[in-house]
């Protein structure tokens, strides 16, 4: 008798998803099945959502990273190490032209 009352423990607020499946396995035989069971959760939904859960927190973790890494090489570039000339500037250029020459 012990060990089949050990079987219907369950917790009353938040019980874990292992103690809802033992329950349920307990109770085989109900009269009215989904009345019965129509407080507990739904086990399969609850599962479904935690691995979207899962998997958009590993999409964050990814992009964070990725941003991380984005940056560092942007620090990394820094100044570039030549200047322009005077000349360069006032006609308007971006690059040296003996730069572009060597290029």
Known sequence: MENLLKEFNVDHKN???EALR???NAVTIVKNR???FRMVADLAKRSEAERKRRGIQ???RVALYVQKAALQFIDAAGEPEYRLSKEATEAGF???PDELAST
Do not use: A, L, Q, V
């Open 15 to 17: 019980p874990s998803e």
């Open 94 to 96: 971006g690059i040296d």
């Open 22 to 24: 033992r329950w349920r």
């Open 34 to 36: 989904r009345r019965r």
């Open 58 to 60: 590993e999409k964050i």
